[in-house]
């Protein structure tokens, strides 16, 4: 069947499918191009005659036929195996109860003899069945691919969950040991604190006594010292010799060779040495 087309479509001269067919007078058809240059070959003003049936014509006039122009296009642009394999539709063309093809490029039905061939020339065009097959099947790669997906991101939420809900639980727990360990650190801290405050106020306490201690008695020693100070100068201001040196035994003996005054001066010159010191 498929043969019996393609020859009906074919130009006995170059044996090849029409190009511009034409006719002259007869039921054969030629392509322009191969009847011109078969005449060609002939006596320039003689008969020119039909290289099929062989009738001759005196001047012949070619005569383009255009509707086996267009189904030469169509079966160019239109593979023969889809439109021999093709089925009638269940739901055919409005104007054309005809074979139904598909064309994969586009996605979309075509009829045979409606649509414009060349908006599929360069097209992937099969028959129904086909069409149905090779896209199932691409359908059917997309659905595992996705499903394929669909397994890894599931497997990836739960992933995701599960770190979600461990991170949650181990910054709890940390966040509890953290705790711990500072209110460890606060009570200890708070325990030096107490031990160390009390050191002081022992320290300071036990200084704070020393040091009014130190005040009381260096008190009363400037206490006497003063009242030394004040019997010598009065003893210095005698005028009479007399008088001077009447009560000068008692007054050596308290305060010219006072061995306690020596102390006196000599503590106190210590205290004030060692706090210029410091």
């Not at 035994?249 to 061995?259: C, D, G, P, Q």
Request: net charge negative; glycine share 2%; proline share 3%.
């Amino acid at each position: 069947m498929a043969c019996c087309l393609k020859d009906e479509l074919l130009c006995s001269i170059c044996l090849s499918i029409y190009h511009d067919p034409v006719s002259f007078g007869c039921e054969h058809y030629f392509c322009r191009k191969c009847i011109t240059e078969h005449w060609s070959r002939q006596e320039p003003h003689g008969a020119r005659d039909c290289p099929e049936c062989r009738r001759t014509f005196a001047d012949p006039l070619l005569s383009p036929s255009l509707k086996l122009s267009n189904i030469v296009e169509r079966y160019s642009a239109f593979p023969l195996d889809a439109i021999l394999n093709a089925k009638r539709s269940t739901y055919p063309c409005k104007d054309h109860e005809k074979v139904k093809l598909f064309c994969l490029t586009d996605k979309n039905l075509v009829c045979f003899f409606c649509d414009e061939p060349a908006l599929h020339e360069q097209h992937q065009v099969t028959s129904i069945d086909e069409a149905y097959e090779e896209i199932q099947r691409e359908m059917k790669e997309q659905l595992a691919t996705l499903q394929d997906s669909e397994k890894g991101h599931t497997e990836a939420l739960q992933l995701l969950q599960r770190q979600l809900t461990e991170t949650k639980s181990s910054a709890k727990s940390l966040r509890a040991t953290i705790g711990d360990a500072f209110e460890r650190l606060h009570r200890f801290l708070r325990e030096r604190q107490k031990s160390m405050l009390e050191e002081l106020e022992t320290d300071t306490a036990r200084k704070l006594a020393d040091i009014e201690h130190k005040i009381q008695r260096y008190s009363q020693q400037l206490r006497d010292v003063k009242e030394g100070i004040q019997i010598l100068q009065e003893r210095l201001n005698e005028s009479g010799r007399h008088d001077f040196l009447e009560g000068v035994a008692v007054t050596s003996e308290r305060y010219l060779n006072n061995s306690a005054l020596t102390s006196i001066l000599t503590e106190s010159h210590c205290f004030l040495e060692r706090h210029h010191s410091l």
